[in-house]
């Protein structure tokens, strides 16, 4: 079991900055990947940004030199920094752990931090 605890959601205007906290509850060193999805109301979960344990990362292609995926492996904590905001990033934002073993491929989900971007 992996718990993840985010924080940094809040309202910020439009152009503005923020940056959300992911902490895991075991060495993100263990785990194959780490990643940031959002959901609208309406909509589907989507995958934002993803880190991999070898530091690779992808994007989706609407915060594309917006948003930026990093990790403290001493912290065992992985950040998303938003920059540029839009009020089309308004979303709930959760963190997801992937772990990799013998059995298979488990997905660990956080609970959501809120991120609202309106004036």
């Known amino acids: 079991q992996v718990q993840l605890v985010e924080s940094g959601g809040e309202l910020v205007q439009p152009g503005g900055s923020l940056r959300l906290s992911c902490t895991a509850s075991t060495s993100i060193l263990t785990l194959h990947a780490m990643a940031w999805y959002r959901q609208a109301p309406g909509n589907q979960r989507e995958l934002v940004a993803q880190i991999t344990r070898g530091d690779s990362t992808n994007y989706v292609d609407s915060v594309k030199g917006r948003f930026t995926i990093s990790k403290d492996n001493a912290k065992n904590t992985v950040y998303l920094t938003m920059n540029n905001l839009k009020p089309e990033d308004t979303a709930v934002y959760y963190c997801?752990?992937?772990?990799?073993?013998?059995?298979?491929?488990?997905?660990?989900w956080g609970q959501g931090t809120q991120v609202t971007v309106s004036s």
């Open positions: 997801k752990a992937e772990v990799r073993a013998w059995s298979g491929v488990y997905d660990y």
